[in-house]
């Protein structure tokens, strides 16, 4: 692709803060249109999609025509196809489904967390109001940005039961998140990544939903800078990767100087290094899949056997608390293509995955 790719989206936004890290990572030139994106893509003659979500990329069809996508993760496989420097995808198939679970997690779980502390707390929530108009429009009068902060707040704040942000799940939400927090700060002492030296497709995930968390929001930022500086400070680097390479680290500032000049930096172009191998893995890394077991993998099962049964509501228990929230046809197809992926590796790599899953409760929606 010629031309840059045209992003419309929203600071407020974590899965267009996800596909904007990701693209400056690799390069690949674009240009974001800040605000409505209806209203942007209508200045520019361009039909919006169905539904209009956040972010929206602009691609050209064979017939080089617009065509608008939004859903961030076969977004990324997208362009795995349309540029093949410095993939986020790992190269080991093993790999490559642990990481597609934990982007999901990501996406569909600690979005759960972001939704909460932004509209359960009253100062989030009026944080929010604000913020969320005047990323839309700077010099709106205040009249107006109260009126539509309002809406805004109103509408979001009633709709957090259908995510399962109630009085009976806060606590619950609460714990997970800081246990995930700490997860990060100890996984983050010995990896900078989650698979390696490089960030792969669910590192940018867990970014997008943490630039809420720690830098918009709050109540959850307050707990993540008590919880885990180490989560702060990488989510500040995750922001543009661009010039990432495999010889950072501590330098003249530290008082350690660089005696030899190397000439073979690498910029993970190759995406045969830096990943890990999973038999060499830290034990922090499974640590992070035990909470992806704990909390969301109950979530998938019951949320498709509601689907299934017709039922709009369901309800379980999750790590010993109730949970109760609207049936969600999208995590329906989310739990159907973590299947796909499973099933599309062969053998040898399915009993590695096993081995690696069993007893964090992960394996149980593998069959």
Not at 95 to 101: G, I, R, S
Not at 219 to 229: D, L, M, R
Request: aromatic share 12%.
């Amino acid at each position: 692709m010629s031309e840059p790719i045209k992003v419309f989206g929203n600071v407020g936004s974590p899965y267009t803060q996800k596909i904007l890290s990701l693209l400056r990572y690799r390069n690949i030139p674009y240009t974001v249109s800040w605000g409505d994106v209806v209203h942007n893509l209508s200045l520019l003659k361009i039909d919006p999609p169905k539904p209009v979500l956040l972010p929206t990329l602009v691609f050209k069809d064979e017939n080089n025509l617009n065509v608008c996508k939004t859903d961030t993760t076969p977004i990324i496989r997208e362009l795995e196809k349309l540029y093949k420097p410095k993939s986020v995808i790992p190269s080991s198939p093993v790999l490559a489904f642990l990481n597609y679970l934990l982007e999901d997690f990501a996406d569909e779980w600690t979005t759960k967390y972001m939704f909460h502390y932004r509209w359960y707390f009253h100062e989030d929530a009026e944080n929010a109001k604000k913020m969320l108009v005047l990323q839309h429009k700077l010099n709106i009068d205040n009249e107006s940005l109260k009126l539509f902060g309002d809406v805004i707040a109103d509408r979001q704040i009633n709709r957090l039961w259908v995510v399962g942000s109630n009085d009976d799940t806060a606590e619950l939400i609460d714990k997970s998140y800081k246990r995930y927090l700490k997860l990060l700060e100890k996984h983050l002492s010995v990896q900078s990544f989650m698979f390696g030296e490089r960030p792969s497709s669910s590192d940018f995930g867990l970014y997008g939903q943490l630039t809420q968390l720690v830098g918009f929001d709050p109540t959850p930022s307050n707990i993540a800078y008590k919880e885990s500086p180490r989560t702060i400070s990488w989510v500040n680097v995750m922001s543009d990767l661009s010039g990432l390479h495999n010889m950072g680290g501590v330098g003249e500032f530290f008082g350690i100087k660089n005696e030899k000049v190397n000439s073979k930096i690498n910029y993970f172009e190759d995406n045969d290094i830096g990943w890990i191998k999973l038999n060499e893995s830290s034990e922090t890394l499974k640590e992070i899949f035990n909470e992806v077991g704990k909390v969301y993998i109950p979530c998938l099962i019951a949320n498709s056997e509601a689907y299934l049964n017709g039922d709009e509501i369901w309800e379980t228990e999750i790590d010993g608390s109730k949970w109760k929230q609207k049936t969600f046809p999208y995590q329906v197809k989310c739990l159907s293509w973590i299947k796909d992926e499973f099933k599309s590796l062969c053998d040898d790599d399915k009993k590695q995955v096993m081995e690696f899953l069993k007893g964090t409760g992960c394996e149980s929606i593998l069959d």
